[in-house]
């Protein structure tokens, strides 16, 4: 079964640190797809990164960066000097190849929040 | 502003009542997902269509239906309702099927209250 754990409930850092957001994954799939959303406190889910499984190249966007590793199932997530504006809950998701029907699973989400 | 909308932004009803939720997708885009968010399940996947067709389903109770119709909007009939039915409800919509090439682009939700 396809389950998505993100162990860090709540993470609380001041403006300017470096931020890791973990995100560990199960699936038997061979072909899968993960993805990062942030959830503002406005509510709307906003799409921040789609990686396949082939592709395990660390990605870079801005302060943004993530980490995907198959070997120990994670696709971490890391803000470099954060601001308060990164406040918001972030969620890792997973989807299915087979079938593909895109359809995505959600861990529990991580909330950042960011202090002045 | 994803291009996705749904309507209404709140709705407020009682138990056991019926109400209607409504999702127009983006421009171009076929698929149209549903999302429950709730505070006990966390963000699940309700049931997807493509194009008028179911493509999937998830953890959809028997008492909610949905359709997506020829103009492709959709719309989550939840009916019978309970106070643990209160969640945010996102409907998202992609171009296609399938994660492979298309993202999903989630709107702003309709966040229902039961009382």
């Known amino acids: 079964a396809q389950k998505v754990t993100q162990a860090q409930t709540e993470i609380s850092v001041v403006e300017k640190e470096d931020v890791t957001l973990d995100c560990v994954y199960e699936t038997r799939d061979t072909t899968y797809y993960l993805f990062w959303y942030k959830q503002p406190p406005s509510g709307e889910l906003v799409f921040l990164i789609r990686?396949?499984?082939?592709?395990?190249q660390n990605e870079i966007s801005g302060r943004y960066s993530w980490n995907f590793q198959k070997s120990t199932s994670s696709f971490n997530f890391t803000i470099t000097a954060s601001q308060v504006v990164d406040s918001a809950v972030y969620f890792c998701?997973?989807?299915?190849?087979?079938?593909?029907?895109?359809?995505?699973?959600f861990g529990q989400g991580t909330t950042l929040q960011v202090k002045p | 502003d994803s291009g996705v909308t749904q309507t209404p932004k709140h709705l407020i009803t009682a138990t056991g009542q019926r109400v209607t939720l409504r999702c127009s997708p983006r421009?171009?885009?076929?698929?149209v997902y549903w999302y429950q968010q709730s505070l006990d399940q966390g963000l699940q996947f309700l049931i997807q269509y493509y194009n008028g067709e179911e493509r999937a389903k998830g953890n959809i109770l028997e008492r909610f239906s949905a359709q997506q119709f020829p103009d492709l909007h959709s719309e989550l009939n939840l009916s019978s309702l309970e106070l643990g039915d209160s969640a945010l409800y996102f409907c998202a919509s992609s171009e296609g099927f399938g994660a492979a090439s298309y993202e999903q682009y989630f709107g702003p939700g309709t966040r229902l209250t039961v009382t």
């Open positions: 421009s171009g885009d076929l698929s």
């Open positions: 990686r396949n499984s082939f592709d395990e």
């Open positions: 998701a997973l989807s299915e190849a087979p079938g593909n029907t895109g359809k995505l699973i």
